[in-house]
């Protein structure tokens, strides 16, 4: 997915231009740096919740998987089988999660590096 182009102004607000099918071509959406940075932040820390949980439930369904496999009995084998598939869905969440908040991570350091460039403009031109 490709994103928008960006354009910074001086007021600590980046706008995001998109092209429109309306009668004067883009429009600028303005947002505010710090509440943008303030919500990837939110949205980390939320990720790295999930993930715990997801690692969390993928250790006890992995520990489940192992004691209900121990056992002679048919149902109890097919529900073992339930909870190692299980397990390993939630450890396939918990890897997600991680790669998004690494992701938003990385958004966050491109937004501050922007905002440390153009700071460093103002500075030179005035």
């Known amino acids: 997915m490709e994103l928008p182009p960006i354009a910074h102004n001086n007021c600590g607000n980046i ?26 932040t939110y949205l980390q820390s939320e990720l790295y919740r999930i993930e715990t949980m997801a690692g969390t439930l993928s250790a006890v369904e992995r520990d489940h998987f192992q004691k209900l496999s121990s056992y002679d009995h048919s149902e109890l084998a097919d529900i073992a089988v339930e909870e190692q598939s299980a397990s390993r869905q939630l450890g396939t969440m918990r890897q997600m999660c991680l790669a998004m908040a690494q992701r938003v991570e990385g958004l966050k350091k491109e937004i501050e590096h922007d905002g440390e460039e153009e700071s460093a403009e103002l500075a030179e031109t005035h």
């Open 15 to 40: 706008q995001i231009v998109r092209n429109s099918k309306k009668k004067y071509g883009q429009v600028h959406t303005v947002i505010n740096l710090q509440e943008l940075k303030n919500t990837l």
